[in-house]
């Protein structure tokens, strides 16, 4: 058994659907019309995961205050150096987490304002 997707609050497909693939190297599985409005069903592939991410309409503007994914990274330091190099905000610099000792974890933001973790195995 497995998580087929993660639904992910946004309020600009495109502008999101961009950040995934241009700065997360995600692929896109799908993105097809989805009832009236314009809303489309886009889903997203992280490279060698199982789980992929679902766009869903955001209620509002307001950012996250908490994270809304945990994303899993060999090596957390070269991927936030990577990030700050493609204009990512970065909310944390890579520090040990505090509840697991020997585990590094950063965060960042998203093109929509969502908090994301980024954490070592």
């Known amino acids: 058994m497995h998580i087929q997707f993660?639904?992910?609050p946004v309020l600009d497909q495109d502008r999101a659907k961009a950040f995934y693939t241009?700065?997360?190297a995600c692929q896109v599985i799908a993105d097809q019309p989805m009832g009236?409005?314009?809303?489309?069903w886009v889903e997203l592939a992280f490279p060698h995961a199982?789980?992929?991410?679902?766009?869903i309409r955001r209620a509002d503007?307001?950012?996250?205050a908490e994270p809304v994914l945990v994303l899993v990274d060999e090596d957390v330091e070269?991927?936030?150096?990577?990030?700050?190099?493609?204009?990512?905000?970065?909310?944390?610099e890579p520090q040990e987490a505090?509840?697991?000792p020997g585990?590094?974890?950063?965060e960042f933001r998203d093109s929509e304002g969502n908090r994301m973790v980024l954490a070592s195995r």
């Open 6 to 8: 993660a639904e992910l």
């Open 22 to 24: 241009d700065k997360l």
């Open 36 to 40: 009236d409005g314009g809303w489309r």
């Open 50 to 55: 199982v789980t992929n991410l679902h766009f």
């Open 61 to 64: 503007a307001a950012p996250s």
């Open 78 to 92: 070269a991927r936030v150096a990577s990030l700050k190099a493609r204009g990512v905000e970065i909310v944390s």
């Open 98 to 100: 505090p509840w697991q």
């Open 103 to 106: 585990r590094t974890i950063a």
